[in-house]
């Protein structure tokens, strides 16, 4: 039987640390953050903007692979029409039964300041589906400002596009992710 030789297995130990050092890992957490959706309606002059200003998450950087895992309370959501906020929530979002909507980004390569295409997994509405979209990260000293954008389809999530008086939402909204994080 073999006996390990100690001065090697630190050497190796060593190794591994000073590998890990060079790509260490950087968790970033969001310290604010907001979503904003775009939906536009038939006739096409109806436009709704809803923001939420409560967005929790963190980011992940290893080398220049950054993943992330961001969450949002339905609830937050806001149109600045009481009324139809309270529709949206009730009807359309569904908050009781679909309290948050979760993302989570796969790995990619980022540089700061450039415009980088990304995938993740969107939990909305009880359904999880793989979306795309587009993300300019900007890292100065331990801050991380984010800007992010993608389109979804409600009929991909299971929600009937709200409509009133004869007029209807489209299918297609979009949504924007913006925020700060700091390590």
């Given amino acids: 039987m073999l006996k390990p030789n100690y001065r090697n297995v630190l050497r190796v130990l060593t190794f591994f640390l000073m590998l890990n050092t060079s790509t260490a890992l950087a968790n970033y957490k969001t310290t604010s953050g907001k979503i904003d959706f775009y939906a536009i309606g ?3 002059m109806l436009k709704i903007h809803g923001i939420a200003n409560a967005l929790e998450g963190t980011m992940n950087l290893l080398g220049d692979e950054i993943s992330g895992k961001f969450k949002v309370k339905m609830n937050d959501f806001s149109s600045g029409l009481s009324l139809r906020d309270s529709h949206t929530r009730s009807k359309v ?3 009781e039964k679909f309290p948050e909507a979760e993302f ?3 790995p ?4 700061s300041g450039e415009k980088t295409n ?3 997994l969107l ?3 009880g359904v999880e589906k793989e979306i795309q979209g587009e993300l300019i990260p900007e890292f100065k000293g331990e801050k991380l400002s984010y800007h992010s954008n993608f389109n979804i389809m409600l009929a991909d999530f299971k929600i009937q596009p709200p409509e009133f008086a004869g007029m209807k939402i489209n ?3 979009r949504i ?4 700060e994080a700091v390590k």
């Fill in 42 to 44: 038939k006739p096409s």
């Fill in 93 to 95: 979002f569904e908050v």
């Fill in 104 to 106: 989570i980004m796969m």
């Fill in 108 to 111: 990619i390569k980022v540089s």
């Fill in 118 to 120: 990304f995938k993740g």
């Fill in 123 to 125: 939990k909305f509405h």
């Fill in 171 to 173: 299918e297609e909204v």
């Fill in 176 to 179: 924007e992710v913006s925020g």
